[in-house]
C-alpha cells in the first residue's frame, strides 16, 4: 500500500494576509475550510448558510473555540508569533509520520489515502479553549486533524503530543467508527484512553493533557462508581456529561450525573492504563481492539 499524504493546509499563508487586512468572513470559509470540506460535510455543516446568520462553517468554528474573521484581529496578533514559536509547524510530519510508523510495526497499513492537517488559531474569549488550558483537537473524520491553539507557556511544549491524540483518533475511526446516536460511555471512555496513552508512549507522561485529572483515591473511587453505573447510557449528549462533567454538561444543556471535571476522560486513561497491563498488547495493538474485549480484559469495573 502507498504512504499515506500528509497534507498542512497553509493556514499561515491565511493569517498573514489577516494582518494584511486583506481576509473576509469568505476568505475564512474558501480558503481555510474548503480544504477540510468532506470533513464538514460529515457532520452536516454548510461552508456557506443558505440563509443570513444561518449555521455554516463559521459559526460551528466558533462554538468549537476557534478564531474566526469576526473576532479582533489583535488577537492574530499577539498569538500567531508564539504558535510559529512551537515549531509545530515544522514538526507535524514527524508525528503523523512516527504515529505510522507504530502501527506499520503491527503490520496495519492505514486505510487512508492522505491525512489532512489544520493549525488554527484558537479564540481566546473562548469558554472551552479557556477550561482546556488554550488547546484542543478534533479527529473524528478519519483522513481530517484540526488542532486549534490558543498558545501559551504550557501547551506551547504539549502541541505534538495533542497532535498524536487527535491522529489515534483517525486511526482508531478507521477501525470501530464512532455512531454519534449509539455511542456508549464504554466506547467514549475507551476512545479517549486510548488517544491519550497514545499520545503519552509517544511523548511522555510529562505532556499529558490538563483533560486528565490527578484525582485522589476517593475521588476515583467515587467516580468509577458513577460511571459504572451508567456505562452503557446511549447517545452523544447523554454520555457527554459522563465524560466533561457536570459543570460542562449544564453549560452545553446535559442533565448532570454527579461528576467532576473530566471525569470520563480520567477514567479512561486508567481504563487503558489497565488494560496494556492486563493484556500485555502494545497501544497500537490497543487501538485495534473491540470496545467489549478492552473492558472486559481490563476487569476496570469488575
Given at each position: 500500500?502507498?504512504k499515506?499524504?500528509i497534507n498542512?493546509?497553509?493556514?499561515?499563508?491565511?493569517y498573514?494576509?489577516?494582518l494584511?487586512?486583506?481576509?473576509s468572513e469568505?476568505s475564512?470559509?474558501?480558503e481555510?475550510m474548503q480544504?477540510?470540506?468532506?470533513?464538514w460535510?460529515y457532520?452536516?455543516v454548510?461552508l456557506k448558510?443558505?440563509?443570513?446568520?444561518?449555521?455554516?462553517?463559521i459559526m460551528?468554528?466558533?462554538?468549537?473555540?476557534?478564531w474566526?474573521?469576526r473576532?479582533?484581529i489583535?488577537q492574530v496578533?499577539d498569538?500567531?508569533p508564539?504558535?510559529?514559536?512551537?515549531?509545530i509547524f515544522?514538526e507535524?510530519?514527524e508525528?503523523?509520520t512516527k504515529?505510522?510508523?507504530?502501527?506499520?510495526k503491527?503490520?496495519?497499513?492505514?486505510p487512508l489515502?492522505?491525512?489532512?492537517i489544520n493549525?488554527l488559531?484558537?479564540?481566546k474569549?473562548?469558554?472551552d479553549?479557556?477550561?482546556?488550558?488554550?488547546?484542543?483537537g478534533?479527529?473524528g473524520i478519519?483522513?481530517?486533524i484540526?488542532l486549534?491553539?490558543?498558545?501559551?507557556?504550557?501547551?506551547?511544549?504539549?502541541l505534538?503530543s495533542a497532535?498524536a491524540h487527535?491522529?489515534?483518533?483517525?486511526?482508531r475511526?478507521?477501525f470501530e467508527?464512532?455512531?454519534?446516536?449509539d455511542v456508549?460511555?464504554?466506547?467514549?471512555?475507551?476512545?479517549?484512553?486510548?488517544?491519550?496513552?497514545?499520545?503519552?508512549?509517544m511523548?511522555?507522561?510529562?505532556?499529558?493533557?490538563p483533560?486528565?485529572?490527578d484525582?485522589?483515591?476517593?475521588?476515583?473511587?467515587?467516580s468509577?462508581?458513577?460511571?459504572?453505573?451508567?456505562?452503557k447510557?446511549?447517545?452523544?449528549g447523554e454520555?457527554?456529561?459522563?465524560?466533561?462533567g457536570d459543570e460542562?454538561?449544564k453549560?452545553r444543556g446535559?442533565?448532570?450525573?454527579?461528576l467532576?471535571?473530566?471525569?470520563?476522560y480520567?477514567?479512561?486513561y486508567?481504563l487503558?492504563?489497565?488494560?496494556?497491563?492486563n493484556s500485555n498488547k502494545?497501544?497500537?495493538?490497543a487501538?485495534?481492539?473491540?470496545?467489549?474485549?478492552?473492558i472486559?480484559?481490563s476487569k476496570?469495573?469488575?
Amino acid at each position: 500500500m502507498e504512504k499515506v499524504r500528509i497534507n498542512l493546509i497553509n493556514s499561515l499563508d491565511f493569517y498573514d494576509k489577516c494582518l494584511l487586512g486583506k481576509v473576509s468572513e469568505n476568505s475564512f470559509r474558501y480558503e481555510l475550510m474548503q480544504p477540510m470540506k468532506t470533513m464538514w460535510d460529515y457532520l452536516n455543516v454548510p461552508l456557506k448558510a443558505t440563509e443570513p446568520n444561518g449555521y455554516d462553517v463559521i459559526m460551528a468554528s466558533e462554538m468549537l473555540g476557534i478564531w474566526t474573521p469576526r473576532k479582533s484581529i489583535q488577537q492574530v496578533k499577539d498569538n500567531l508569533p508564539e504558535l510559529i514559536e512551537s515549531k509545530i509547524f515544522e514538526e507535524y510530519q514527524e508525528v503523523i509520520t512516527k504515529g505510522i510508523d507504530e502501527f506499520e510495526k503491527i503490520g496495519y497499513s492505514i486505510p487512508l489515502e492522505e491525512i489532512n492537517i489544520n493549525i488554527l488559531l484558537g479564540d481566546k474569549d473562548s469558554k472551552d479553549m479557556e477550561v482546556n488550558k488554550g488547546y484542543s483537537g478534533f479527529g473524528g473524520i478519519p483522513g481530517y486533524i484540526m488542532l486549534m491553539v490558543v498558545p501559551n507557556d504550557f501547551n506551547k511544549k504539549r502541541l505534538k503530543s495533542a497532535l498524536a491524540h487527535e491522529f489515534n483518533h483517525n486511526v482508531r475511526f478507521t477501525f470501530e467508527p464512532f455512531n454519534h446516536g449509539d455511542v456508549t460511555v464504554e466506547e467514549y471512555l475507551v476512545l479517549e484512553g486510548l488517544a491519550e496513552c497514545f499520545a503519552e508512549e509517544m511523548y511522555g507522561k510529562e505532556f499529558i493533557g490538563p483533560w486528565i485529572e490527578d484525582f485522589d483515591e476517593e475521588e476515583m473511587e467515587y467516580s468509577m462508581e458513577v460511571i459504572k453505573e451508567g456505562r452503557k447510557t446511549k447517545g452523544f449528549g447523554e454520555v457527554s456529561a459522563y465524560m466533561f462533567g457536570d459543570e460542562v454538561a449544564k453549560k452545553r444543556g446535559y442533565s448532570p450525573v454527579g461528576l467532576s471535571a473530566n471525569a470520563g476522560y480520567t477514567i479512561g486513561y486508567h481504563l487503558i492504563k489497565q488494560y496494556l497491563t492486563n493484556s500485555n498488547k502494545s497501544i497500537a495493538e490497543a487501538t485495534l481492539t473491540p470496545t467489549e474485549e478492552i473492558i472486559r480484559v481490563s476487569k476496570f469495573f469488575d
